[in-house]
């Protein structure tokens, strides 16, 4: 079984950053895709930065050159740098992984985007 935990949420004032990681407990050498959901207290979880295995990034229209996806195969981590934060921002942030079948899920951390 694959564990995803996920570390660096918290309470911060719009305009500030703050750093998620997701350590994997597999080799991210052969994966197919991770990144970040998140979701709102009353929406939808929605995606908010992926990597696929052939290096390819994508981000949701809402967060695109605020945050930044990145990974380290000699760590099994993958990092979400997230600056400018606003408000809406606020959610709870899943880490997911695919390697074949299913995804595999982190608990979640609370990040709260104070105005």
């Known amino acids: 079984q694959v564990q995803l935990v996920e570390s660096g949420g918290g309470l911060v004032q719009a305009g500030g950053s703050l750093r998620l990681s997701c350590v994997a407990s597999?080799?991210?050498?052969?994966?197919?895709?991770m990144g970040w959901y998140r979701q709102a207290p009353g929406k939808q979880r929605e995606l908010v930065a992926t990597?696929?295995?052939?290096?390819?990034?994508s981000y949701a229209a809402s967060v695109k050159g605020r945050f930044t996806i990145s990974r380290d195969n000699a760590i099994n981590t993958v990092t979400l740098q997230m600056n400018s934060l606003k408000p809406e921002d606020t959610a709870v942030y899943y880490c997911?992984?695919?390697?074949?079948?299913?995804?595999?899920w982190g608990q979640g951390t609370q990040v709260t985007v104070s105005s």
């Open positions: 997911y992984a695919n390697w074949v079948g299913p995804n595999y």
């Open positions: 990597f696929t295995s052939g290096g390819i990034t």
């Open positions: 597999r080799s991210l050498s052969s994966i197919n895709a």
